[in-house]
């Protein structure tokens, strides 16, 4: 092939490979096969390789260059890169419109443009004559760093634009007036949007990190943002990195912001699905709240919904104040973190005897819940934090789960903050306190102690456990009070006359009671070993027991070595199992129950659609409670764990979820919604 030939051919693959990187990382579509792409491009290298003087900036190869850079230049924006002011409530949205009234003077019906704010890097580019010449950070806001090599390597991000209007009718006559005027090929035209990097990218990277004995990454905005700060393009190349455009900066004659998503398009950028018009502030509400739900599905992390005065020349008017454009606004998600001051710590008693300290917090709210108590684990975690009375600490909450501090501000302390100790002796009854060799955790020595007792009565009718209808600590107080009850056995032998002369007890609540006490003595066998309280046993290890066994008495006959080979039984859950059986008072306690006419049921046969595969759940589901999706999984035969590894399948993620859904990513396993775990159960 001559030269001239050489430049045909490498001009209609460069087109070629073009409209199908437009397909795949804009379109989300396929006209053809990965590997007939990279046949093009392989072919397209060749011909590069014998002429190179054929080279174009804007060629497909061009997306990674040969060799890192000493350092950045630096960037003079053409127009500021503005950062937004934060709203977190409804009250916060109109007391900003109240802002934009006074500051026009005016009533003004304001509408509006809404779009995901993603949790990425902040870029601006620069395109020449239709050719992409410049890539850069936000930096100060009017000079950033020139990361136009690591932009380059992004697929989302077009090498060259080109404006076919004739196929590509915007349905909007003012954008396609717009647009008809503009010459690609004499411009400057400058971008804005978001680089970020997939969650399921983000997994599999750690993935490998993890297999590597590196420690992996602490979320996706940190990689994206090292990756595209890195001098060598062939690190950000490697890291999949992908990007949303939504704004262009550049007057074309744009009359709203709207029109420039929609001449966005028009040009081949990659621009979010889920933007849309709002006409008013009640409109902005519904897409904030509709959005939060879809937020746990989203394949990238977004904080919130930014929030754009729709038309421009009000938007101009406004101006901007400080580093913030007046007619724009970052409504954020309830934020997962906070800081707040340690009022105290206090030791709650456990069932088991396990002293665990509280923090009690100066009120704050945190994920749209006030919090006013976080634990602190045990002594280790409290010497690593190094908490103290006083101090100010970052606290954090994932799901229903109690929250956790998980940073102190030493530099916050104002004099010397008083250390705390775990005592020597049970704030409850007063008993000596140990610590076992090989142990983090400090136990009261009373077997007898008030605490335990009442934690086990709690335990044994919680939720997961009996679930009595009606019957709550509340009550139970009581009837510890009123000696009516020395030990779970004798709830199954209380009577009408025993209830009714308690305070705010009738007849009619008195014969409720009874009969839920009476409707619970059947009850299923996992349930049954759960509401025991066995150290070191778990609702999911209750349940495995259960199916493995069958029944009481052959669980009661089982050796250590047998319990232990047990899937996630293990050798120090199989001794505590163990040590509970054999333990006379225990003995004494169940067959106290059955002699009350408590009957564990044998787990029934269930269907198999789900058989010997592991499910974890985290964070609140939308359409059942997560007890619900247990009791589906297990009716299909699938397992619970209470935590990740690699054995298992299935972590099913709902809203807020906490390290678990950190450690799947980190692991590698399937992440699945709510509605794909219905789907497999059907």
């Known amino acids: 092939m001559n030269k001239s030939d050489a430049k045909n051919r490498i001009e209609k693959l460069k087109v070629e490979i073009n409209h199908h990187r437009y397909l795949y990382h804009i379109r989300d579509t396929q006209e053809i096969s ?133 196929d590509q009718k915007s349905a909007n006559l003012a954008v396609d ?29 750690n993935k490998k990190r993890v297999q590597k004995d590196l420690p992996p990454y602490a979320n996706p905005r940190n990689v994206a943002a090292g990756s595209i700060r890195q001098l060598d393009p062939k690190i950000a190349a490697a890291r999949k990195l992908k990007c949303f455009l939504y704004s262009v900066a550049t007057n074309l004659g744009q009359t709203n912001h709207q029109q420039e998503h929609i001449i966005l398009e028009q040009l081949g950028f990659r621009t979010n699905p889920l933007t849309a018009y709002a006409k008013n502030l009640n409109a902005v509400f519904s897409y904030y709240e509709k959005l939060g739900k879809q937020r ?43 800081t707040t001051t340690v009022k105290d710590i206090k030791i709650q008693v456990g069932r088991t005897g396990t ?67 775990m005592p020597k002796k049970c704030p409850v009854c007063d008993s000596p306190v140990k610590k076992p060799e090989g142990e983090v955790n400090c136990y009261c020595t009373n077997p007898n102690c008030y605490a335990r007792f009442w934690r086990n009565l709690t335990h044994f009718i919680s939720k997961k456990g009996f679930d009595i209808e009606g019957l709550g600590p509340k009550i139970i107080d009581q009837l510890i009070e009123n000696d009516l009850i020395q030990d779970a056995a004798d709830i199954f032998t209380l009577k009408e006359g025993d209830l009714v002369p308690l305070e705010r007890f009738a007849e009619k609540s008195a014969a409720n009671i009874i009969k839920a006490i009476n409707d619970r003595k ?26 493995y066994y069958g029944s009481l008495e052959k669980l009661q006959r089982a050796s250590r070595e047998e319990l232990a080979a047990i899937h996630d039984v293990g050798e120090v859950v199989a001794a505590s199992i163990h040590k509970y ?13 059955l002699k009350a006419g408590v009957s564990p049921q044998k787990t029934k046969p269930t269907a198999k659609k789900l058989a010997g595969q592991t499910f974890v759940l985290t964070g609140s589901l939308e359409n059942m409670s997560r007890e619900e999706a247990k009791k589906l ?44 775990l219905a789907t497999m159960i059907k």
């Open 34 to 166: 990965d590997a007939a792409l990279d046949s093009l491009k392989n072919e397209l290298e060749k011909l590069e390789q014998q002429y190179p003087d054929l080279i174009t900036p804007d060629s497909p190869t061009q997306r990674v260059s040969g060799h890192p850079l000493e350092e950045f230049r630096k960037v003079t924006h053409d127009v500021p890169m503005l950062s937004f002011n934060d709203a977190f409530s409804e009250q916060d949205m109109e007391d900003w419109i109240e802002r934009l009234q006074r500051h026009l003077e005016r009533e003004e019906q304001f509408d509006f443009y809404c779009e995901p704010k993603i949790d990425g890097l902040a870029i601006s580019l620069i395109y020449e004559n239709g050719v992409f010449v410049e890539g850069s950070t936000r930096g100060n806001g009017k000079i950033g760093e020139d990361v136009t090599h690591n932009l380059k390597t992004i697929e989302s991000i077009p090498l060259k634009i080109e404006l076919k209007l004739s």
């Open 177 to 205: 007036e717009i647009l008809q005027n503009f010459d690609v090929s004499k411009s400057r035209l400058e971008i804005r949007g978001e680089v970020y990097l997939a969650k399921n990218d983000f997994a599999s990277l």
């Open 296 to 338: 746990d599905g989203l394949d990238y992390e977004i904080d919130g919904v930014v929030v754009i005065v729709n038309d421009d020349k009000l938007r101009g008017q406004l101006g901007i104040v400080g580093k913030a454009p007046r007619g724009a606004i970052a409504y954020k998600f309830p934020g997962l973190e906070a």
């Open 355 to 421: 002293l665990t300290p509280v923090a009690v917090l100066e009120p704050v709210l945190v994920g749209g819940v006030t919090v006013t108590h976080a634990t602190l684990h045990n002594e280790e975690e409290i010497e690593r934090l190094d908490v103290r009375l006083g101090d100010t600490v970052i606290i954090q909450r994932a799901g229903d789960v109690i929250p956790d501090i998980i940073k102190v501000l030493p530099k916050m302390r104002t004099g010397a903050k008083q250390k705390f100790s």
């Open 522 to 547: 059947n009850i299923e066998f996992g349930r049954f070993l759960y509401a025991l309280g066995i150290r070191h046993v778990g609702e999911e290890t209750a349940y495995d027991l259960a199916e």
């Open 581 to 593: 059986f054999q333990d006379q008072k225990n003995q004494a306690l169940l067959a106290k129950l």
């Open 633 to 676: 999984i297990r009716d299909a035969g699938g397992n619970i764990s209470s935590s990740v590894s690699k054995k298992t399948d299935y972590v099913i993620v709902g809203k807020d979820p906490g390290s678990k859904y950190e450690k799947a990513q980190k692991l590698g396993v399937e992440i699945i919604a709510e509605a794909k």
